[in-house]
């Protein structure tokens, strides 16, 4: 798509519409089509789950009023990884030393150091709200108060800023790190496998097996790790 698809940057990919020529609602139902129908072949029967429709029906405002009540015990999880890079050390597991590539590839993929995780200048905020303006998520929280869950927020895109009660809000997503455990722990998952960009030290799946037990009291499931595979002059794939 050309560069006018800038604009929706920030928004959720089921407001964004799919591709030009494209049969689907959205951007979403465009990308997961090929995978369905593949499943469908192979006679894998599929129960989908919008994870936008739950956001937006409430489902997940328990979960949501905890992570926030105790944001400063995911900030302290999410603290013991913030610093924690991966050198050529721990990316050196072949023999004699040389680098592993999967490993190389996991640390520099991972987003690990620069992934906004909630934290900011006005404190450790777990929720990002969708701007009700521009109904982009490129917002930062100000404030918020526990016993009315006021919470206070200012648009990066728009410049919109607001109050809402977050016990009513239903316009907005917990960050993809403290979003996946809440997950993991609401739907009782046992077992999802990720790519090793996940699992490298500070990622998704370190963190989330974490905040999955210390704060929603659940078990993680089982995830095995892929690799990559790399051919000379191709985008990687998992």
């Given at each position: 798509v050309?560069?006018?698809?800038?604009?929706?940057?920030?928004?959720?990919l089921t407001a964004i519409p799919a591709p030009p020529g494209s049969p689907h609602a959205n951007w979403a139902e465009h990308f997961k089509a090929?995978?369905?129908?593949?499943?469908?072949?192979m006679g894998i029967e599929v129960h989908q789950l919008s994870q936008t429709a739950k956001y937006t029906a409430g489902d997940y405002r328990?979960?949501?009023l905890l992570a926030m009540r105790e944001r400063a015990r995911i900030d302290a999880v999410l603290g013991r990884y913030r610093t924690k890079k991966v050198g050529t050390d721990a990316a050196s597991d072949g023999p004699d030393g040389e680098v592993d590539e999967n490993a190389r590839v996991a640390a520099e993929g991972s987003?690990?150091?620069s992934e906004d995780d909630g934290a900011g200048a006005s404190g450790y905020y777990p929720y990002k709200p969708y701007c009700t303006a521009c109904d982009k998520d490129l917002t930062t929280v100000t404030s918020y108060d526990d016993e009315t869950t006021e919470l206070s927020y200012t648009c990066g895109a728009c410049g919109h800023s607001e109050s809402v009660k977050l016990a009513?809000?239903?316009r907005g997503k917990l960050v993809w790190k403290v979003d996946w455990p809440m997950r993991w722990a609401y739907e009782g998952v046992a077992f999802e496998p990720s790519g090793v960009d996940h699992t490298s030290p500070g990622s998704s799946f370190t963190v989330g097996s974490e905040l999955v037990t210390e704060i929603f009291g659940a078990p993680g499931p089982i995830g095995p790790r892929y690799?990559?595979?790399?051919?000379?002059?191709?985008?990687?794939?998992?």
């Open positions: 050309d560069d006018s698809w800038n604009e929706h940057i920030g928004r959720p090929p995978m369905l129908e593949a499943m469908a072949r328990d979960q949501i987003g690990a150091a009513e809000f239903t690799a990559f595979v790399g051919i000379s002059g191709m985008a990687k794939m998992s």
